[in-house]
């Protein structure tokens, strides 16, 4: 009987020895390396804006126990830590600051939860701009790239709000207003004369494209009521250049050059497409006219020759030239033989 209440005071013993050893074992400090994505976030989106806008790694020294260590590493891990003004010391006040990010880190609730402490992170200190923002109401301006309308277009809404940073709000407010473009893909299937009404997306103009990611425009969209007067449009280039074409063996012995004031045609006035005519706007589509010399030509050393093609693409005519309506204005030029290299 003694022999067995001895073996259970062993055993019992023994396994309370063995819980003792876990939990100290898990309870000892240790340290441990953890990377992690950081997040800035306004406090008051509607009042102000953080920078950097975009999440960031940063690599951060925990010491704690083991228990503790892997709850913190793994929420570290898979979850990005957002960090948002006016709470757990981020600053909210607008302005540039410099964080300590261990402090902040360690002021953190998901942090504190656990029970281990941030010793030091890489980077120590982390840049954060805060900036207020300025809301403004700015005019609608309706925008149809290659398209020729009839009548009185309409915008609704008419003005829509833009919030940009009070920084940069007085620098730019004369030059400020918004967009509703109508693209020319849009265009291709509506009738001309009929009446059209399309939702498109508000947007800032080119020369403020670049500022898109510090501005907000609400609302994301308008209606665009307008009436298309032709699916063609005209465009008036300052200067096609003229080129010349002829017998390659015959530019073997004579050198042509064109006067220097025909070298160019003036105010050349196209009709075509509208999205085509927008590509040749954009500079994506050549324009030549071209002179084409035959061999009784150069031999002749004619001093002028009608512009005899152009290099068009399809659907796109030439209208008027410098202000009249002709397609073949007569080219000056002179045809010369190329004088001979003697050998030595």
Do not use: C
Request: proline share 7%.
């Amino acid at each position: 009987m003694e022999l067995k209440t001895n073996i259970g005071t062993i055993i019992g013993v023994t396994l309370i020895t063995l819980l003792i050893w876990f939990w100290a074992e898990g309870e000892t400090r240790e340290e441990r390396n953890v990377y992690t994505q950081i997040q800035f976030l306004p406090g008051d989106p509607e009042r102000f804006e953080v920078s950097p806008t975009r999440s960031f790694p940063l690599a951060v020294d925990l010491s704690g126990s083991k228990r503790a260590l892997d709850r913190a590493t793994e929420m570290l891990r898979v979850a990005t830590v957002e960090l948002t003004t006016g709470i757990g010391g981020v600053p909210a006040q607008a302005g540039d600051h410099t964080l300590n990010m261990a402090d902040i880190l360690n002021n953190l609730r998901m942090i504190t939860d656990t029970g281990v402490t941030v010793t030091r992170t890489d980077p120590a200190t982390q840049p954060l701009q805060v900036n207020q923002l300025t809301s403004l109401q700015v005019d609608v301006v309706a925008s149809l790239p290659g398209a020729e309308t009839v009548g009185k277009t309409v915008i609704e809404p008419a003005k829509a709000t833009v919030r940009i940073p009070s920084r940069m709000a007085e620098s730019i407010k004369d030059a400020l207003r918004v967009e509703a473009i109508v693209d020319s893909r849009l265009q291709e299937h509506l009738e001309p004369g009929s009446r059209h009404s399309l939702e498109v997306p508000l947007q800032l103009p080119d020369t403020l494209r670049s500022l898109a990611s510090s501005i907000t425009i609400q609302p994301k969209d308008a209606t665009v009521t307008f009436t298309l007067s032709s699916r063609t449009r005209t465009l008036t280039m300052n200067l096609v250049p003229v080129q010349v074409s002829g017998p390659p063996e015959e530019f073997n012995e004579y050198e042509v050059q064109l006067d220097p004031g025909d070298q160019f045609l003036k105010e050349v006035q196209l009709r075509g497409p509208n999205a085509t005519i927008e590509q040749i706007e954009a500079g994506k589509i050549p324009i030549f006219a071209f002179v084409h010399l035959s061999g009784d030509d150069i031999a002749l050393k004619i001093e002028e020759k009608p512009v005899s093609m152009w290099m068009l693409p399809e659907g796109v005519t030439v209208e008027k030239i410098a202000g009249q309506a002709e397609q073949n204005p007569m080219i000056r030029l002179s045809i010369n033989p190329r004088s001979k290299q003697v050998a030595p």
